[in-house]
């Protein structure tokens, strides 16, 4: 079978998934700008933006917020990029492979 890259509603549950993982409220974050910036990005890179973001939080002794975040995400070509014919050819045998379940 074949799952998708997340689509906006998905990713801005995965985004807040990994921010309560970390004790991080999502209430305190920009939701609506990290899930436009994600866009094409996995689950997997999502979390590791966030993970990134409290490294460099940490590093500079500040609290992570959504600018740190979005400065991770800004900086990371994700696979469905670097790997975008591959993605394709996914999607393309996934859709002559596809049952509608009833």
Do not use: C
């Amino acid at each position: 079978f074949f799952v998708d890259l997340p689509e906006a509603e998905a990713r801005e549950k995965i985004f807040s998934i990994h921010l309560k993982s970390r004790e991080l409220n999502p209430e305190d974050f920009s939701l609506s700008e990290l899930v436009v910036a994600s866009v094409g990005f996995s689950g997997a890179e999502i979390e590791q933006a966030i993970v990134s973001a409290l490294y460099s939080a940490l590093a500079r002794e500040e609290d992570v917020n959504t600018a740190l975040i979005l400065e991770e995400l800004d900086s990371t070509s994700p696979l469905s990029v670097v790997m975008a014919d591959r993605i394709g050819q996914l999607r393309a045998w996934a859709r002559e492979r596809s049952v509608v379940l009833a």
